[in-house]
């Protein structure tokens, strides 16, 4: 880096996208930073009109009643999750600065909506000419279902009647290409009456099987429990 762009940097300007989405803990702390960072108010200065343009960017497009049920199940499986947490998941830690990092309910927040666009995402392209193909997954509990719903190059995977993880675990997708099963982000809870989905990230070419296991909160790099969930990939 030369000593010009040394002199542009700031390692606040971190912050200006969620500021300017409203999303920044304790925004006044930015705020005040901003009124001196010439560097922070240029980044505000390029991102204030692509974020008022997102929501005209997108021809708008009715929702068939399916999708609602299901971006609304996502919604309530994270909220599940995050309710299991316990009250400390919305105390953030303070960094450098005195600034808290995003709240876990924050994060919370950003996963389900995360989920729920792929969700959205999966269920609009279904309604276009690609056809859905859904196989039917073997699952170890007993009553439990499970789906792997693929339109494109979009996956997702569907639960229903499955137990919530206990407390302190969580549902991780795994992908097995006939070797040792390889670890996602996908990590996933269940609603009160055991239903969720998450999006399968990445694309099955090569993939044998998509797995399910419980694992400690976070995820884990190897799996430390039986698949609870098996479905062959066609």
């Given at each position: 880096m030369?000593?010009?762009?040394?002199?542009?940097?700031?390692?606040?300007?971190?912050?200006a996208a969620p500021y300017v989405l409203g999303a920044l803990d304790e925004p006044e702390s930015f705020r005040e930073h901003l009124?001196?960072?010439?560097?922070?108010?240029?980044?505000?200065?390029?991102?204030?009109?692509?974020?008022?343009?997102?929501?005209?960017?997108?021809?708008?497009?009715?929702?068939?009643?399916?999708?609602?049920?299901?971006?609304?199940?996502?919604?309530?499986s994270e909220a599940e999750l995050l309710r299991a947490a316990g009250p400390e998941a919305d105390e953030p830690p303070r960094r450098a600065g005195g600034r808290r990092w995003p709240s876990g309910a924050a994060v919370g927040w950003l996963a389900a909506a995360t989920s729920a666009a792929a969700v959205l995402a999966i269920a609009l392209t279904s309604g276009s000419s690609q056809q859905a193909r859904v196989t039917t997954g073997q699952v170890a509990i007993t009553g439990a279902h499970a789906s792997l719903r693929q339109v494109g190059g979009h996956s997702e995977l569907i639960v229903a009647d499955m137990p919530q993880p206990p407390r302190g675990r969580i549902y991780e997708v795994w992908l097995s290409r006939g070797v040792a099963?390889?670890?996602?982000?996908?990590?996933?809870?269940?609603?009160?009456r055991g239903s969720g989905s998450v999006a399968v990230p990445g694309s099955l070419h090569g993939v044998k099987e998509v797995l399910v296991t419980s694992e400690p909160l976070g995820g884990s790099l190897h799996p430390t429990s039986t698949p609870l969930i098996r479905v062959t990939v066609e």
């Open positions: 030369s000593s010009h762009e040394e002199s542009l940097y700031c390692e606040e300007a971190v912050d009124a001196t960072c010439t560097t922070c108010q240029a980044e505000v200065a390029k991102l204030g009109p692509v974020v008022g343009t997102l929501a005209t960017a997108v021809p708008p497009r009715g929702a068939p009643e399916e999708l609602r049920r299901r971006v609304l199940a996502v919604v309530r099963p390889q670890p996602t982000d996908a990590l996933f809870g269940v609603t009160s």
